[in-house]
């Protein structure tokens, strides 16, 4: 797709390819895959690089990703990326769940090392598994010759003791293999500008992307962020102030924050953006108007409907 002058965001432009991904979470409920499959369909028309669904732990929430991812492959024309944690996990069991993914057609894994299955808790590798998200792209690459992304942080995995220590971490999972990296969401853009800056220093030549959190809601984002570093600039406390009961004017805002956002960015040579839509497409449809980008047509066989998902039962049987 081609970025066009938008007379909504006057600003000088040069025309150039852009490339959008969107993450998506797996349904809990029949209502919430319902949405989800809704939101799928919405987004698809807008031609992402891929789509990737999140993998937390416990049995259920993996086997909710393994059958979303399956039914993506099979029954859309978008390309899935699969997570897939560290998280209580063997590694015969992790390789297991990769191969299934290889044989059910999927070709690219986001690695990651997870979160604690408590919310707070602190991260205990398996005794038998992957320990951290490096040993996970070394892993994956001796299964299959996936494409590997792997995440970065702007402002610094809150775990991190230093920022130099992440940003060597982020240094040899690229170096054991992983293809691009997609950052953490942020809100200073200077942040990521600054981070790229080290990035570069730094050796690390693959694609960083850019993640984008259009704010669906403020207090949501305000827990994801205080629970992930992300720091929330005061502008945006006074911006979405008075907000809470006029959810059409939130909208407004926050579509036209996150276009701004990535403006900025694309003025930089920035060309490829991951939006993180909390399963909603309101917002990223918004945003990518906003960009420039148009639905394109989409075949009428490919169009999504709840009760797809023979392959997706094929894969849960086989992972």
């Known amino acids: 797709m081609t970025v066009t002058a938008s007379p909504l965001i006057a600003r000088p432009r040069t025309p150039r390819a852009l490339s959008v991904s969107f993450e998506f979470f797996p349904p809990k409920t029949d209502r919430m895959r319902d949405q989800l499959w809704e939101c799928l369909r919405q987004l698809e028309p807008l031609e992402p690089s891929f789509v990737s669904v999140t993998y937390g732990a416990g049995g259920s929430t993996r086997e909710r990703t393994h059958e979303t991812v399956a039914r993506i492959a099979a029954d859309t024309t978008m390309k899935p990326a699969a997570h897939l944690t560290c998280v209580e996990a063997t590694r015969a069991e992790v390789n297991a769940v990769a191969q299934a993914y290889w044989q059910a057609g999927v070709r690219h894994v986001v690695a990651l090392r997870g979160d604690p ?4 808790g602190d991260y205990i590798p398996h005794p038998g598994g992957y320990a951290y998200a490096l040993d996970l792209v070394k892993g994956l690459r001796d299964v299959a010759d996936f494409e590997i992304s792997v995440a970065a942080y702007p402002e610094v ?6 920022a130099a220590e992440d940003l060597d971490n982020l240094k040899r999972k690229i170096d054991a293999g992983a293809t691009r990296a997609i950052s953490q969401y942020f809100f200073d853009v200077d942040s990521y500008r600054r981070f790229m800056d080290r990035v570069l220093a730094a050796g690390i ?3 960083v992307v850019p993640g984008i959190l259009p704010v669906g809601n403020f207090q949501t984002v305000l827990k994801f962020s205080n629970a ?3 720091r929330v600039p ?5 911006l979405f102030a008075g907000l809470e009961n006029d ?3 939130h909208r407004m805002v926050a579509a036209t924050l996150a276009a701004e956002q990535c403006l900025s960015l694309f003025e930089d040579g920035v060309d490829c953006f991951h939006f993180y839509t909390l399963n909603r497409a309101d917002l990223v449809r918004a945003v990518c108007h ?3 980008l148009r639905p394109a047509a989409i075949p009428a066989a490919s169009r999504l ?4 998902g023979a392959a997706a039962t094929a894969l849960g049987a086989s992972v």
């Open 117 to 120: 299955p408590t919310l707070g």
């Open 157 to 162: 995995h809150p775990q991190a003791r230093s």
């Open 205 to 207: 030549s693959v694609p």
């Open 228 to 230: 992930c570093g992300t």
């Open 234 to 238: 005061k502008w945006m406390h006074e």
């Open 247 to 249: 959810p059409e004017t």
């Open 290 to 292: 906003m960009l420039g």
């Open 305 to 308: 409907a709840p009760d797809q």
